[in-house]
Antibody, heavy 118, light 106 residues
Framework: QVQLQESGPGLVKPSQTLSLTCTVS??????????WSWIRQQPGKGLEWIGY???????YYNTSLKSLVTISMDTSKNQYSLRLRSVTAADTAVYFC??????????WGQGTLVTVSS | EIVLTQSPATLSLSPGERATLSCRAS??????LAWYQQKPGQAPRLLIY???NRATGIPARFSGSGSGTDFTLTISSLEPEDFAVYYC????????FGGGTKVEIK
């Protein structure tokens, strides 16, 4: 059973960089055809795909966030990470990491709330 | 970008009733459509993938149908634990989610 766990600061100041890490257990992020993803949910709102990284290292980002987002992976730690630059209050959200298998997300982390505030 | 429109926004039903949720795509997604259930404070849970396949461990009362632009999630007889928000998602053209349907207790 694949398990994912997000970690990182719960509070980020405006204009700074949000950094989160997803630790994967029960499966290797460097094998298979899965895409390792980040999704967020603003308070009381729906789900927004941020981007994902393939085990090959190829990345794909939501066009609305592309210029501000970087997703990277550390296969030695079986982790992947999200960096979102120049954050504003609109980036306050619960951030989920999830595995995309085929065309759907079959395993999710529990989510972590990140608040952007001075 | 493909826009997914879910309807209704809210569905008020009683336990034991049948729930029918709709997801309409702005252009064809073939069968590349998934459904998720989300309860407050929890991550979404995959229910249906490829339009009509139940994910592992999902009860048979959940079924999905459709192709192209029109999709339906049906819950044949609502159990108390089924009251939640449901999202559809496509990956044919980038990746987008619908706005959600809340199934609430009447």
């Amino acid at each position: 059973q694949v398990q994912l766990q997000e970690s990182g600061p719960g509070l980020v100041k405006p204009s700074q960089t949000l950094s989160l890490t997803c630790t994967v257990s029960g499966g290797s992020i460097s094998s298979g055809g899965s895409y390792w993803s980040w999704i967020r949910q603003q308070p009381g709102k729906g789900l927004e795909w941020i981007g994902y990284i393939h085990h090959s290292g190829n990345t794909y980002y939501n066009t609305s966030l592309k210029s501000l987002v970087t997703i990277s992976m550390d296969t030695s730690k079986n982790q992947y990470s999200l960096r979102l630059r120049s954050v504003t209050a609109a980036d306050t959200a619960v951030y989920f990491c999830a595995r995309l298998s085929g065309d759907s997300f079959d395993f999710w982390g529990q989510g972590t709330l990140v608040t952007v505030s001075s | 970008e493909i826009v997914l429109t879910q309807s209704p926004a809210t569905l008020s039903l009683s336990p034991g009733e049948r729930a029918t949720l709709s997801c309409r795509a702005s252009q064809s997604v073939s069968i590349s459509l998934a459904w998720y259930q989300q309860k407050p404070g929890q991550a979404p849970r995959l229910l249906i993938y490829d339009a009509s396949n139940r994910a592992t461990g999902i009860p048979a009362r959940f079924s999905g149908s459709g192709s192209g632009t029109d999709f339906t999630l049906t819950i044949s007889s609502l159990e108390p634990e089924d009251f939640a928000v449901y999202y559809c998602q496509q990956r044919t053209n980038w990746l987008t989610f619908g706005g959600g349907t809340k199934v609430e207790i009447k």
